[in-house]
């Protein structure tokens, strides 16, 4: 099967568009699971019937420090995610990061009226997550070595609909 061209792309063989097409819709969920998890943390963490934190500079405290702690967990999940995804396959290992990022909002107010450990747990498994779909191989195994740069212009541009789509939420 000979190669297709698509927006410029050059994909390798066995390959459609379609295939192409899952790097920026891969990217659109990943950008509305963070926004929504940070805004979703916030109104728990100061509604009276979960966590009643009343003052902002609490909750940015608490926030700030329950990313940073979180942050060299991410750092390894995407050190270590190649392996996964070389293991599992990437569907598998697409979906279920995407699950659980999921999980995750369900699971933040079950730990009050407790900070810790549960929503620490749940914000570091939700940054690891989404370290981990960010970071996905599919340009690699779908792009031609010399197309790779636009195909790294779709991802991002997945990540910018789903800001917008963020942004046409909260108006």
Known sequence: MAASTYLGIL???????????????ISIPVTLTI???????IFLLRSPSYYNLDSTSDINHLTNHLTFVSMPFQMLSVVLIGYVYDLFGRRYTIISTLL????CFYLVPM?????YPIVQAMRGLQLVANACTV???LINDYVER?????????????LSLGDLFNYMLWL
């Open 11 to 25: 994909l390798k063989p066995s390959y459609t568009p379609k295939n192409l097409l899952a790097i920026p819709l």
């Open 35 to 41: 926004y929504f998890f940070t805004a979703h943390l």
């Open 100 to 103: 659980l990022q999921s999980m």
């Open 111 to 115: 730990g009050a009226p407790e900070v």
């Open 135 to 137: 970071v996905h191989p």
């Open 146 to 158: 010399e197309t790779r740069g636009r195909a790294n212009a779709l991802q991002v541009l997945g």
